[in-house]
C-alpha cells in the first residue's frame, strides 16, 4: 500500500468542499477544522456516500477517477465507518452485531477475527449486553469494532467522541490510542477538539471553508503553525515532538527525553529507555533570550534560530523558532508567545541567534511505541 490520495470537488448550495492531499499509509491522519469547514462532507465523500468530482485512490486501488469514468459505490469501497453516533441493531446482542460485521465479509478478505476485535476494544464482558444497555463509550467501542471487522483497507472516523461526555471520552480514548499501535491501515480521524488530534494523529489535514488550509506531519512546522493559527482565540499555540527515552535521574525523580540531538528533562516518566513519548511545547512556555542565562531555575535552556515573527493580537508576537540540530537535519520547531515590547527590546529579526527557555514541557497523553499500558477493562 503507497497511502492515500484524494482530489475531490463538492458544491452543496452554497458550499463547496475542494480539498486535495495525501496521507499516509499508516497511521492516523486527522482532520480538523471548525464547525463547517467540510469535515464530514469530505469523508462522506471520500466513502462514496456524497458524489463529487475528483479522484480517490487507497494504495493501489482506485475507488474513484471521474477523469476515467470511474466510481466504486459504497459497498465496494472496502473501508470502515464509524459516524458521530454509534448505530447498532438494538434487536441484537454486541456479539450479534460483530458476527454480522463478520459475516458480510468475504472470507478471503478476513484479515481481522472477531477474537481479536473484541480484544481491541475491550468487549469481553459485554458480549451477552444489547446495545440499549451499553453507555454511550461502550456503544461506540461495539461500533468501531464491527467496523474493524470489515477488515478495511481504510478506517473513517467521523468525530466518534462529539456525542460523549467527558467520563465516556476518557474511557474511550486509550482504546483509539491501542488502535492507533496496531492497526497497519490507514486511519481517517475527524474531530474539532485539539486535544484529540494533539494525543491521536501523525499527520494533519487542516480544513478551513471547504479547502485544505494546511497539511503535513503533525510534528512538523507547518503543521504547528497552523494548529496555532487555530488556536489564536484560546492561547494553545504550540509544537510537537516524539521524543526517546534517554534515562532517569531517580534522586531528583526526573527523566531525560532525546529528540533531534537535544536532550529534554521533565519530571520522572513512568517508561524504560529506548520507548518514545510525545512531548508538547507550549508557546505561552517559552521565554526568549539574547545570551545564554547563567543561573537559573529553568533546566531546558536551548540554542535556537529566530525563523519568522507573527503578530498575534494587539500586544503579542509569535516568534517561530528552530532548535539548534546535531549530526544535520533542519531542527526542531518551537513557538514562543512574547510580548510586542520584549520583542522591541530584544530587537529581534529573522535570523538571529537566541536563546530559548522552556519553562515547562507536556507530556501528550498517548504512547507512540509499541510498550504501551493496556486500556482499562470493560465495565462489567
Not at 458476527?99 to 484479515?111: D, H, I, K, N, S
Not at 489535514?205 to 503533525?218: D, F, S, W
Not at 531517580?250 to 532525546?258: H, K, N, Q, R
Amino acid at each position: 500500500m503507497t497511502g492515500v490520495e484524494v482530489r475531490l470537488r463538492l458544491a452543496r448550495g452554497a458550499f463547496t468542499l475542494d480539498a486535495s492531499f495525501t496521507a499516509p499509509e499508516r497511521g492516523v491522519t486527522a482532520v480538523f477544522g471548525a464547525s463547517g469547514a467540510g469535515k464530514s462532507t469530505l469523508l462522506r465523500a471520500m466513502a462514496g456516500l456524497e458524489r463529487g468530482d475528483g479522484r480517490v485512490a487507497v494504495g493501489d486501488e482506485v475507488w474513484q477517477d471521474s477523469a476515467a469514468g470511474r466510481f466504486l459505490p459504497t459497498h465496494r469501497r472496502p473501508l470502515g465507518y464509524v459516524f458521530q453516533e454509534a448505530v447498532l441493531f438494538d434487536h441484537l446482542s454486541v456479539a450479534g452485531n460483530l458476527g454480522y460485521a463478520l459475516v458480510r465479509t468475504p472470507r478471503e478478505r478476513r484479515r481481522v477475527g472477531l477474537d481479536q476485535a473484541v480484544a481491541q476494544l475491550g468487549l469481553g464482558a459485554l458480549l451477552d449486553r444489547r446495545p440499549e444497555g451499553l453507555s454511550g463509550g461502550e456503544r461506540q467501542r461495539v461500533a468501531m469494532a464491527r467496523a474493524l471487522l470489515r477488515s478495511p483497507d481504510q478506517l473513517h472516523l467521523d468525530e466518534p467522541m462529539s456525542a460523549l461526555d467527558a467520563p465516556a471520552r476518557a474511557e474511550i480514548l486509550p482504546y483509539l490510542e491501542r488502535l492507533h499501535r496496531e492497526l497497519a491501515v490507514p486511519v481517517l480521524y475527524v474531530s474539532h477538539s485539539r486535544e484529540e488530534v494533539l494525543r491521536l494523529a501523525d499527520h494533519l489535514v487542516l480544513l478551513e471553508g471547504g479547502r485544505v488550509a494546511a497539511t503535513g506531519p503533525l510534528t512538523g512546522l507547518g503543521a504547528s503553525l497552523a494548529l496555532a493559527g487555530a488556536a489564536a482565540e484560546d492561547d494553545d499555540a504550540g509544537t510537537m515532538a516524539d521524543a526517546v527515552v534517554a534515562g532517569h535521574d531517580e534522586e531528583y525523580a526526573l527523566s531525560w527525553l532525546e529528540v533531534g540531538g537535544l536532550r529534554v528533562t521533565l519530571p520522572r516518566v513512568d517508561a524504560a529507555p529506548g520507548e518514545v513519548r510525545r512531548l508538547r511545547f507550549h508557546a505561552r512556555d517559552v521565554s526568549l533570550a539574547r545570551h545564554r542565562p547563567e543561573a537559573t531555575s529553568i533546566l531546558n535552556v536551548f540554542p535556537a534560530r529566530v525563523v519568522e515573527l507573527r503578530p498575534a493580537g494587539p500586544s503579542q508576537v509569535l516568534a517561530v523558532l528552530r532548535l539548534a540540530a546535531t549530526g544535520g537535519g533542519e531542527g526542531v520547531p518551537l513557538l514562543a508567545s512574547i510580548t510586542r515590547r520584549s520583542a522591541a527590546v530584544l530587537e529581534l529579526a529573522p535570523g538571529d541567534e537566541v536563546w530559548a527557555q522552556v519553562k515547562a514541557v507536556a507530556l501528550v497523553g498517548r504512547p507512540t511505541a509499541a510498550a504501551a499500558p493496556a486500556p482499562p477493562p470493560a465495565r462489567p
